[in-house]
């Protein structure tokens, strides 16, 4: 079989000078997802119709996925609320593929997370798999090995049939391709809520290190300079997946968009990261670019802009997988593991001898100009003629209207305890103890073993925390220690009934965690899930959620590096509740002083301390959720109280006063207590006697209240003179509510209610526990019997 | 002198001589392998010095032993270890460890490695997709059952070790003669404790070849070598460090003259 030359093509080439010729065409711009005055535009700037290939670039650059044209306007805030303060330790900002972090000692850091929503309700594997890759070449693009990935799901209702087709694909997409990359998974999120059944949110977070040195970006510098591309080969899957999936909702009337699901090979993308991190250690590249959304138009265009403004590429040297691929979807191809370079002439050669130790395929496709133009031909005929920055940058900035919602304020009034759910609460211990094990065993606090245990968290063995502890956290320095710690959170629930809150709240709980396990947070990424930008009340949701997430940022002050925004969550005229996924990271001086999250067996005896006070803050919470119930609004949000505790929890652990720490978040106390009870199966007595007091709280609400910046500490009796003169010293509630008790294997829970206590056997609660997720997707144990039953 | 296991650069840049370990242990890199850093580390923390081979190359660079380590080489797109057997490297380790005079060269093999030493037939048996269809990463306690070979030799007989196990392809088989023969041998040298993970015939974990010098097993040692970064035990979490012992086992036979 001879190799197909570009010859035995049978379509004809749209070229710019016959593009000039013929202004009459029709172009099928509409269907491409732009509209009549981007098209319009489009044709202004040029000074005459676009060619086809022109149209594919600008109409994938230009969607709402690769272009931001509706959340730019609000997303500015990122980078004007920033103090000089906040900027001190940021190497590189918003606007590269993702920030980077000054960690100290020559380190830096850099970390990201994306979203691949769409194609994994389409496609549950290769979608969560891809995306994945996605954010992974991201990371190798600023120069860094990647080190670990996240990753914050969100599902439908566990019960609901589809949902057993969506979780174990996405489960089993990010284990198949992360643990094929060698890279630790070490932590998450995993939330089902009927809002998501059509719209499943898969989020996807990579951190990577570098040295200083190492860092790079993506620009086309140095004049004569030759444009690699190399990777995977470029393939028919993908093809306008950035502008038809991610920029339209999921609809009946639309044919099925199946194809246009990119596919993964994990395999090629860990060559290409050793192939490329050899480069950067050889110094062999100007500049690099990952191809992702938008593919080769992308990549030219970003790279061709930020360096010296030109570049010229002859289009049929891309090689090809399929070859009857059009030039136009060769420019949109979002084939996988793919990236471009920038190389020196002098550098040609060692290029290629990486290369083929890697067995890397590459092919050069052209050369840096100084033309301020981007061309790109076609066996010598020019079908792209363009100045790159119109491609790139200049795509159109909306001001989209928006207001609150007419219900929002009905939605505020229906309190929890004004309503029908909040009447016949528990009282007795009896019922208070049957409520704990109801809360624990609701889908959303459930053990997420099932799902964890299909991710490699030891490879690599630098983990020195992973799910299920508060943060995951990774060893940077092998000698010194220094290594970083990570949370991502968000309650779509809270950003439902009141979204600026709800975005503040995401990033106090996500800062919370981190330096609830040792780690000083030090900067910001986000993950923006929302409805139809064109739903004004969405784009309420929106604006308030980024103004909450800039102005809390700012109190805080920790700068976010970088995110992703993804809309279009919508389904048949119903959107998601607005989540905003906030991930943190905190650096640590030395991992090894990492705080888990559980009383461990030899801690018998220790202090259990609450820090933090307690309000009638039910509004939202799990335990409504449990009745059904969702109205009000979310907790109150302090982030000086954040600030104050966060201090606390660092020093406590730099200066080892405390073994064990655990935030309070959704549960509340029961669940704060329960986990940590269950974290190693050791239990614990303690009394809410104490905080109903100080507090003017009744029992259930001390036990399941969502008050914020609250946390649960273990302490050995030696250290709790120090430690409680350093909550006292600044001010901060710290209340002793009981003891480590490694002998009993009970959580013991004493208070003001009829029946003095409730006891709940650690065994029995981790079996109820642990069996929710598994009894719905077919657990290893059921699995395992059916294949031995056979044998 | 930098004793590290690099993130950046790589452990392939000349490792750093070690004055006290007189054992060089050569690490095998594939395309796809994961697990060479901690292999390297491994052997560094055991006392040893870590020489990374690549899988091209056809030098042994005068390595004591071997580690292959685990990984998804060439993505087990093909069976699991099963291009990598094909390795220039893998034809001199093959040569080197059934030699038929002079010292055989020992040989570990973890998770993927030991699916490149079962697909070179350097030990019996084969592997299949863990029986539950899944990929399972947790802490596994293992038997020791042979402490005759050099990767075992300071354990005690029938200790009990913990350490991670995270794989998809884990699921041991032969055929019930080689079974039979392995147990009656001796040379099931790890077998799972409680329940068993994926399905393994006999619910073995590892083997060794006729002449002990091969060893593969699917769990993971070289993750349980360190305190704070590995499974956890009862001295607390990922306080585990069993799989050390296989490091200083190899070390202590090769500077004893054993094997």
Sequence with gaps: ???????????????????????????????????????????????????????????????????????????????????????????????????????????????????????????????????????????????????????????????????????????????????????????????????????????????????????????????????????????????????????????????????????????????????????????????????????????????????????????????????????????????????????????????????????????????????????IEWDGETIVDVDPRTVAHDGPVYERPYHRPEWQDALQADTFRSSAAGANLPETAQELGGAVVDLMTSPNMADVSWITDQFDRFVGGNTALSQPDDSGVIRVDEETGLGVGLSTDANARYAYLDPYAGAQLALAESYRNVATSGAVPMAVSDCLNFGSPEDPEVMWQFAEAVRGLADGCQELGVPVTGGNVSLYNQTAGRAIHPTPVVGVLGKFDDVGRRTPSGFERWADGQAIYLLGTTADELDGSEFARGRDHLGGLPPKVDLGAEKMLGEILINASRDGMIDAAHDLSEGGLAAGL????????????????????????????????????????????????????????????????????ASSGDLEVAGPYAGGSFTLGLDELREAWSAVIPSRFASLGEATEAVRQEK | MSTETPLIGDFHASPAANPLGGARIGVVTFPGTLDDRDAARAIRLGGGTAVPLWHADESLQNVDAIVLPGGFSYGDYLRAGAIARFAPMMNKIIAAATASSGTRLPVLGICNGFQML??????????????HLKFLCRDQVLRVENTSTPWT??????????????????????????????????????????????????????????????????????????????????????????????FTSVIASLAGGAQ
Excluded at chain 1, 85 to 111: H, P, Q, R, S, Y
Excluded at chain 1, 113 to 132: L, M
Excluded at chain 1, 679 to 694: H, S, T, W
Excluded at chain 1, 711 to 733: C, I, K, N, Q, Y
């Design chain 1, 1 to 375: 079989m001879s190799e197909p030359t570009v010859t035995d093509k049978e379509f004809n080439i749209d070229t710019v000078e016959h593009a000039s010729t013929t202004p009459d065409t029709d172009l099928p711009w509409a269907a491409l997802g732009l509209k009549s005055d981007e098209y319009d535009r489009i044709v202004k700037i040029l000074g005459r119709r676009p060619t086809a290939a022109e149209l594919a670039m600008y109409s994938v650059m230009w969607s709402e996925h690769c272009s931001y044209k509706s959340s730019k306007v609000h997303l500015r805030q990122f980078g004007e609320k920033v103090t000089e303060e906040m900027k001190k330790d940021l190497m590189v900002g918003i606007g590269e593929n993702a920030g980077v972090t000054n960690l100290g000692d020559g380190w830096a850091v850099t970390f990201k997370i994306e979203s691949h929503n769409h194609p994994s309700f389409v496609e549950p594997y290769q979608g969560a798999a891809t995306g994945v890759g996605g954010i992974v070449r991201d990371i190798i693009s600023m120069g860094a090995r990647p080190v670990a990935v996240m990753d914050p799901l969100r599902l439908g209702d566990i019960d609901h049939p589809d949902t057993k087709r969506v979780l174990p694909g996405v489960v089993s997409g990010i284990g198949g391709y992360g643990n094929s990359l060698g890279l630790p998974n070490i932590g998450g999120e995993v939330v089902f809520d009927s809002v998501y059944q059509d719209n499943p949110l898969v989020n996807a977070l990579a951190v990577g290190v570098m040295r200083h040195e190492d860092i790079r970006l993506a620009n086309a510098s140095g004049v004569g300079n030759r444009v690699v591309l190399f990777g995977a080969r470029t393939g028919g899957d993908g093809i306008g997946g950035a502008s038809v999936l991610a920029s339209e909702s999921f609809d009946d009337s639309k044919p099925s968009k199946r194809p246009a699901v990119q596919v993964g090979d994990p395999f090629a993308e860990k060559v290409l990261i050793e192939c490329c991190l050899e480069l950067f250690h050889a110094e062999l590249v100007e500049g690099i670019q990952d191809l992702g959304a938008a593919g080769i138009s992308c990549a030219t265009s970003e790279l061709a802009s930020n360096g010296e403004g030109g570049m010229h590429v002859e289009l049929t040297n891309v090689l090809l997988r399929d070859p009857t691929l059009t030039p136009g979807e060769i420019l949109m191809s979002e084939s996988q593991e793919r990236m471009m370079a920038v190389v020196t002439p002098a550098n040609a050669a060692e290029f290629e001898r990486v290369m083929a130790k890697w067995e890397v395929e590459y092919s050069w496709l052209g050369e840096v100009t100084d033309t301020g133009r981007l061309i």
């Design chain 1, 674 to 741: 329960a986990e940590m009870a269950l974290r190693f199966g050791v239990g614990a007595r303690v009394a809410v006697d104490g905080i109903c007091e100080r507090d003017g709280v009744d029992p259930f609400t001390a036990l399941f209240s969502e008050s914020q910046a609250r946390a649960l500490v273990a302490l050995p009796r030696s250290e709790e003179l120090r430690f409680t003169d350093m909550t006292s010293a600044r001010g901060f509630p710290a209340l002793r509510i009981g003891v480590v008790d």
């Design chain 2, 118 to 131: 079962t697909e070179s037939h350097l030990l019996p048996g084969s592997m299949v997709k863990n029986d």
């Design chain 2, 153 to 246: 030799s300071q354990f005690t007989d029938d200790e009990l070790i913990a350490v991670p196990l995270k794989n998809q392809d884990g699921q041991y088989l032969a055929d019930p003669a080689t079974l039979e023969a392995l147990e009656a041998e001796g040379r099931v040298v790890f077998r799972y404790v409680g329940e068993n993970p994926n399905g393994s015939r006999n619910g073995i974990a590892g083997v060794t070849n006729e002449t002990h010098n091969v060893v593969g097993l699917m769990p993971h040692p070289e993750h349980a070598v360190e305190a704070g970064y590995g499974p956890d035990d009862a001295t607390g979490m990922r306080s585990g460090t069993d799989g050390l012992t296989i």
